[in-house]
């Protein structure tokens, strides 16, 4: 069992925990999730691991409670333990220096963006960092990624803070000023489509995380199949990460609706 040392809540359905896990806080890297699970009935749950702490042996997850069984992961507090935790999974992102690199996040993509910022700076490149959400009270992250960040903008829907518009208005106010090398895109499957299609209109390289679609996390439940590139890859064991204008996205949009 993983006890749970630090709890915060960025809104009243978003929290951060930070959990203790020195094995995986070892091993992981940028792009990496776990499967974890509260109470011994408890639903298997993909969380992309937004950061670690070696020197602790703790691993940092952002959790947003949909339904019964993230509501109860979110209501643990510190002291507590989740059942299991189990990782790292997936594919690490690839880090290299490119030069400029634009990551945008929306809502609790941001969480699973975090690690690719502070990697890709590390490796050498300019970061310009968008963050978007619905209202000022949905931004999360903006400290630790302004840290990592050579720039930082802000978009809102209701222009509460930062500017008003969508994330793709961020994106393309870079890309007009300075040549951008890349474009890393984590949120909501409907913005990473319409960041997907921007960026191929101004040709720049994008990656996307496709983590949303996630279930079983190991290959063997085909839940989270998508189209990429017209073959069919599992999210769970070829990515998180893809090329995002090879992804079929109304494909994974009509199936992420049959959940609803």
Known sequence: MNKILEKEHFSEKVVRLVVEAPSIARSRRAGHFVIVRSGDHGERIPLTIADADTDRGTITLVVQAIGES???ICALEPGEYLTDVVGPLGQATHISKVGTVVCCGGGVGVAPLL???????????RVVTVLAART?????????VAEYSDEIIIMTDDGSYGKQGLVTDGVEEVINREKVDMVVTIGPAVMMKFVALLTKKYDVPTMCS???????GTGMCGACRVTVDGKTRFVCIDGPEFDAHKVDFDEMMMRLRSYN
């Open 70 to 72: 993230t509501s109860k």
């Open 115 to 125: 690690p690719i910022i502070k990697a890709m700076k590390a490796a050498g490149n």
């Open 136 to 144: 000022r009270e949905l931004v999360i992250l903006e400290e630790q």
């Open 210 to 216: 496709l983590n949303t679609i996630m279930v079983d």
